[in-house]
């Protein structure tokens, strides 16, 4: 039974979204890099087979859910997924759990290290997955200009790149803004110079403040932009003459 009073929006950040079914919630669960170890797989697939009907589905976000979780099973799930070393996913209008492909570490077209990068984000930066913003935010890493996890749609975009300006071809991050999908969407666009990952990490602090401090409640980075204006947002975040 689901009392009246219920907080859907505290069940969501803690990676618990309402089902169409009365009663269900769907546990949205997240591991860093989207690599799950194979003990994470099993405690998962026990989870579902315990507590919701036996079968698990992997989201856009390399994430794993399972439905048909009851209410009253809730916290005793949460618990069981928290002791497991497995992290829960978010939403609502927050950030979503940043995506990054392998990167270096074993694509043979990776030319940065994605994980590092992803790494520093959290714990450098402190963005990490269900910060609370204005509206949806997504952060997205490719190690090379294949851009797997598609770079140009959303709010900030990283993938690695060679600078062809340098005589030394030195390899640097390549930085793509205000991307997203959903009913609005938008192709973000690319910012004209190869970065290094000190210079990638300040842009990313600087662009999600400012997100969190100017966008209206339920506004996209695109359409914050598009209101602004893009020069103005450039220069805001620290940009200007570069784009």
Not at 140 to 146: F, K, T
Request: proline fraction near 3%; charged fraction near 25%.
């Amino acid at each position: 039974m689901i009392p009246e009073s219920i907080n859907y929006d505290s069940l969501k950040r803690r990676g618990f979204l309402r089902q169409k079914q009365d009663g269900f919630f769907v546990l949205r669960t997240r591991r860093r890099y989207g690599v799950f170890e194979s003990a994470h797989l099993k405690k998962l697939i026990e989870i579902s087979n315990k507590f919701g009907r036996g079968f698990l589905h992997v989201t856009t976000r390399q994430g794993l859910e399972i439905p048909y979780i009851r209410f009253e099973d809730i916290s005793v799930v949460e618990a069981d997924i928290r002791a497991s070393g497995i992290e829960t996913g978010t939403s609502g209008p927050r950030l979503r759990t940043t995506t990054c492909c392998p990167g270096n570490n074993w694509c043979k077209s990776g030319l940065i290290n994605t994980f590092t990068l992803y790494d520093r984000i959290e714990n450098e930066l402190n963005i990490i997955c269900a910060m609370n913003l204005p509206h949806k935010f997504k952060i997205v890493i490719s190690g090379c200009p294949n851009t797997c996890t598609r770079a140009q749609q959303s709010e900030i975009g990283v993938h690695g790149a060679v600078d062809l300006s340098s005589n030394e071809k030195r390899i640097g991050y390549a930085l793509y803004l205000g991307g997203c999908g959903g009913k609005t969407p938008r192709l973000g666009f690319k910012i004209n110079k190869i970065f290094s990952e000190d210079d990638v990490l300040l842009i990313i602090k600087q662009v999600v403040k400012f997100f969190e401090v100017n966008a209206k409640p339920k506004q996209r980075l695109a359409l914050l932009i598009e209101e602004l204006g893009k020069e103005k947002f450039l220069k805001e975040v620290g940009l200007s003459g570069i784009a």
